[in-house]
């Protein structure tokens, strides 16, 4: 049974250009959470979602970002317009139910604004 | 809001040696309580839960205990190995949330030498 997938591992991105960070959950869970870890700090939730709705995105910035869970396909958390404060990991954890679940995370992306 | 904090690191110790991380937190309600490691390069596993007061978790040797007279979840092992050399989060999922949106503590570098 795969894991949380996600792609790419690392990103480079000039400043202004688009980063799109994809998130494939493990198989039956249809919660996402993804979640911005900065440099020397602790992650930070950024929105929760499931199919094709979003839930919670209290903790995503509010220009610039973006998430969708489309009911085919993966997870994606686009950030247009990128700037040196984005560089930082991105994971995104999934569950099979709500509350309290154990969730199981990716890999993470790490993105490198240049 | 809720918080969580966790004792300064980096902690580096030799193997067999006795391991303590503090970690504290600030919620109301009652949270469901977490410690996650991360090794290099990866994403973050889940180490061990408790979901209510004086509840115990563990797994692979270490072990927490849920205080909520102290509001505290501190994680111990009695001997560590060289392969536990990782960084540990503790986090909570606010009680009465219908999802489990985790906050994190900042994180806790521990290093094990042979």
């Known amino acids: 049974n795969a894991g949380v997938m996600q792609n790419p591992r690392h990103l480079v991105r000039r400043r202004g250009q688009e980063a799109r960070l994809r998130c494939s959950p493990m198989k039956g869970h249809s919660h996402v959470y993804w979640y911005r870890q900065l440099p020397e700090e602790g992650l930070k939730f950024m929105v929760y979602?499931?199919?094709?709705?979003?839930?919670?995105e209290s903790g995503m910035p509010k220009e610039r970002f973006s998430a969708e869970f489309p009911k085919e396909g993966p997870s994606i958390l686009r950030i247009q317009q990128v700037v040196r404060g984005d560089s930082a990991a991105y994971f995104c954890?999934?569950?099979?139910?709500?509350?309290?679940?154990?969730?199981?995370f990716g890999p993470g992306t790490r993105l490198l604004v240049l | 809001g809720d918080s969580v904090t966790q004792m300064e690191g980096p902690v580096t110790l030799s193997e067999e040696a006795f391991l303590t991380i503090n970690c504290t937190y600030t919620?109301?309600?009652?949270?469901?309580l977490f410690w996650y490691v991360q090794y290099p390069g990866e994403g973050l596993q889940l180490l061990l839960k408790a979901t209510k007061a004086d509840d115990k978790g563990s797994n692979k040797g270490f072990e927490a205990t849920y205080r909520k007279e102290t509001t505290s979840f501190h994680l111990e092992k009695g001997s560590v190995q060289v392969s536990d050399s990782a960084v540990y989060f503790c986090?909570?999922?606010?009680?009465?949330?219908?999802?489990?949106?985790?906050?994190f503590g900042q994180g806790t570098i521990l290093t094990v030498h042979p």
């Open positions: 979602l499931q199919k094709e709705n979003i839930i919670d």
């Open positions: 919620a109301t309600g009652y949270p469901s």
């Open positions: 986090a909570l999922v606010a009680g009465g949330t219908s999802y489990g949106k985790l906050t």
């Open positions: 954890a999934s569950s099979s139910m709500t509350g309290a679940e154990t969730q199981y």
